[in-house]
């Protein structure tokens, strides 16, 4: 962060005349572009308050530098890097509970949304890029794909060459699949959850669980949808409270 800010002041002195929506665009280009990528980050209510915060912060700033007000400007500039900080590590925080709870699809959500400064530390990015690798034959992502054969002598390093085995941008392709939708909020010995999992794997429904126990994702989800048991079952903008075969199948 104190990198980040001696540059942002060092910038401040050299654009000093320029007009302050450019020196915005300029000067906090950084902070800027982190509230665009903040904004795609899957709901959950262990950052998303922080994520608003950031965004209200962010406009303000802007308009401090509409109304020319150096000062000022700067210290908002010193608290939006600030809070970027915090989000990051909360958003690490998720990915590595993630990858221990092993909710594969929430860690692609959250890796996509590219915040480069979650790899600043080796030893995190080591362990993001093994258990990506061990992973991606379920599902794989544009931007660690990218960012894994950007790394060189990766395939030493890793055990792996994913170099002939691009990925496969659905938007290119000239099938298309409906994107699953479906999830799955249980609990351990949760009888009728094991029955909507049978009953969708049958069916070749592709869904994608997460206990509300130990899953902070799943605690998110259930608290948003306002669970008072499981299984809950969100397909789309459909809440299927218990297990229904026939509203799961008509809410397909």
């Known amino acids: 962060m104190k990198k980040l800010f001696i540059f942002l002041l060092t910038t401040v002195f050299l654009f000093a005349d320029t007009h302050y929506p450019e020196l915005f665009e300029t ?4 902070l800027y572009k982190a509230d665009k990528a903040f904004s795609k980050l899957p709901e959950n209510q262990q950052y998303s308050f922080a994520v608003d915060t950031y965004h209200t912060n962010q406009k303000h700033a802007l308009e401090l530098s509409q109304a020319g007000d150096k000062g000022a400007y700067l210290k908002a500039l010193r608290k939006l890097a600030k809070e970027h900080q915090e989000i990051i590590a909360i958003v690490k925080r998720e990915m590595v509970n993630a990858m221990r709870n092993d909710e594969y699809s929430y860690f692609i959500a959250l890796n996509n949304v590219g915040l480069e400064d979650l790899y600043q530390q080796q030893s995190f990015k080591e362990q993001t890029y093994t258990y ?32 002939s085995n691009s990925y496969n941008d659905p938007q290119s392709s000239s099938h298309h699949e409906r994107p699953s939708k479906v999830i799955l909020l249980s609990r351990p010995g949760c009888g009728y959850c094991v029955k909507a999992k049978k009953f ?10 997460y206990n509300i126990l130990s899953s902070s994702r799943g605690k998110s989800l259930f608290a948003k949808y306002q669970g008072t048991g499981v299984p809950l079952i969100i397909i789309g903008d459909e809440v299927i409270r218990g297990y229904s075969e026939s509203s799961i199948l008509s809410a397909l």
């Open 200 to 209: 969708m794997n049958e069916k070749g429904i592709a869904f994608t669980e």
């Open 27 to 30: 000067l906090g280009t950084p």
């Open 132 to 163: 990506y690798l061990a992973n991606r034959d379920t599902q794989q992502s544009p931007y660690l794909e990218k960012r894994i054969r950007s790394e060189k002598g990766y395939q030493k390093l890793y055990g792996v060459d994913i170099s």
